[in-house]
């Protein structure tokens, strides 16, 4: 899967309110896998990605919004 914002953005941020699935993020924010899922502690992924639901995770762009593919369900 592959989940991008697309060069056309202007970086409004009009779009991060609307993800159900608090997948999208502003550049440079990090991001938690807890944030607008019910994962909680430790999981494993169907896709087999691992990690801790809690922790901050690096930022995907630190210039412009960017979208979490683990975290979206494509709506
Ligand atoms: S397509 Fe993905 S990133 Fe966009 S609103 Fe839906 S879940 Fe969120």
């Not at 697309?6 to 941020?13: P, Q, S």
């Not at 019910?38 to 494993?44: A, H, K, M, Q």
């Amino acid at each position: 899967m592959a989940i991008i914002i697309t060069d056309e953005c202007i970086n409004c941020g009009a779009c991060e309110p609307e993800c159900p699935n608090n997948a999208i993020y502003e550049g440079a924010e990090e991001w938690k896998y807890a944030e607008g899922t019910s994962l909680e502690g430790d999981f494993v992924l169907p896709n087999g990605n691992t990690g801790n639901a809690d922790e901050d995770q690096e930022p995907i762009s630190d210039e412009v919004y960017y979208i979490v593919p683990d975290k979206c369900t494509e709506c």
